[in-house]
């Protein structure tokens, strides 16, 4: 119930937007249609993936940035422009993640900003300590498979709506996304809560699917030097085992944590995480792979 309203929200609400790219890119309804869609872009690796999966076999959906470019560190060329400009359907996520492109889309009526939407499990920023920061909005919500099937779900509306007679085909995909993702999510939910520290609080939307807890961040932002007050505090916070033992904590991390910094934290499990799956091909896999490398890092 949750994907078809989120469906209904996004074709409700692009209606009257994207009706006059329709006129323009709607092909004659056919029995057995044979010329390809084109004309979606999408902003982030994630994104791509997800419109991937539901658009296989209609069209090939064109990535706006490089693949190992988060929203955080967006940075357009004149010929990134002129794909937006030309785009029948431009999907992003919204201001929050991708602050530079607000101003090019501004005006761009077949430009939908997920954020937007009524829509979607949304969880806030947290500190260092993991209390939430008012009215705050974590914007990495794909990771949570809810989300990403929401995604998929909206993507599959607005091109129906555009592309009426490959209706059922981005249907059925849609479907077949939300079926190999959700099974591949249950597998990983415990009884047993997995603690865990994050070199930055990117991970928010993974812990329903894998029973984490999150113990704190070294930093608010991943591009800020942790204080040594802040490493203290995760030392006093640690969890102990029941005999008083030690058991070295799971560390989430980018890549660019300093070697000094992690040495004040020992005994640690640093386990590298790549949350925008820059180098996956399949949205599935890559949420699969990040699955496997939190939950054994946790188990350490």
Sequence with gaps: MRFFVIALLVSSATFLSLNHSQAATRKPVSQHPAAPVSGMVVSTHP????????????????????????????????????????????LWFGAQYEAPLAAVLKNQANAIALFDLKAFKRLPLRNVQGQPFANSLDPHLWLEPANAVGIAYAIAAVRSRQFPQYASRYQHNTQAFGQRLMAQANRYHSSLARPYWAYHDAYHYLERSLSLTFKGSLTVEHDLPPTIRQLAWLQQQRPQQKNGT????????????????????QPIQVQTIDEIMSGQQDFVVGWQELAQDIVACTRT
């Design 246 to 265: 030690i058991k070295p904590m799971c560390l989430l991390a980018e890549g660019h944590a300093d070697p000094a910094t992690l040495k004040r934290l």
């Design 47 to 90: 994104l791509y993936l997800i419109a991937q999966a539901v658009t296989k076999g209609i069209e090939t959906p064109i990535l706006l940035l490089p693949p190992n470019q988060s929203g955080h560190d967006v940075q357009l060329h004149p010929a990134d422009r002129q794909r937006l400009k030309q785009a029948n359907f431009v």
